[in-house]
């Protein structure tokens, strides 16, 4: 279910790092960092597994998957997300 995460990026209180993870940011309630916690235990399942069905690196997964969820942030929406560099910025 993408709708909690979606508030918490249209609220700016989670990011995408650099990883594909969720990220908590300034003002993100116990509940938002559950969510994060069990987002991201799920997405790092997957990618675990696209990584040992591909037989690549995980970093080389999450680095591919931050890039297409950072393409898909409409521009100007204020998401925040992670560069390659580890930069913070929002879009």
Known sequence: NFKPIKDMLDRKVAGINNKAMLEARSG????????????????????????????????????RSAKRFVEKIPAGSGVWYQDEAGKWQQK
């Open 28 to 63: 993100a309630t116990d509940d938002d960092k559950i969510t994060i916690a069990e987002t991201n235990s799920k997405k790092l399942a997957r990618m675990n597994q696209i990584a040992k069905d591909s037989g690549v690196a995980l970093d080389a997964v999450q680095k």
